[in-house]
């Protein structure tokens, strides 16, 4: 069984890209979802959730030259 998951949010910081020791890129960094619904008295609310992201080799290298706080990212 696969499970997938689709997020669009926005990039919380800037991007962090290393390199391991065999020279592949990595880099992460974090995306916040929103949720808007109404409480049961009937109020508007909105929850937001912190996802981590972590991408591997030449995606990786894509995110850290394009990428920036507060981009909107799907």
């Given amino acids: 069984m696969v499970n997938k998951a689709i ?3 926005r990039l919380g910081r800037d991007p962090a890209t ?3 020791g065999s020279g592949q890129a990595v880099c992460s960094f ?3 979802t929103d949720e808007s619904f109404k409480s049961r008295s009937g109020e508007r609310q909105k929850r937001t959730e912190w996802h981590r992201i972590v ?19 799907y």
Avoid at 55 to 73: P, R, S
């Fill in 55 to 73: 991408l591997w080799g030449k995606l990786a290298e894509i995110a850290q030259q394009y990428l920036t706080k507060g981009t909107q990212v």
């Fill in 18 to 20: 290393r390199f391991t």
């Fill in 30 to 32: 974090s995306i916040a």
């Fill in 7 to 9: 997020l669009v949010g």
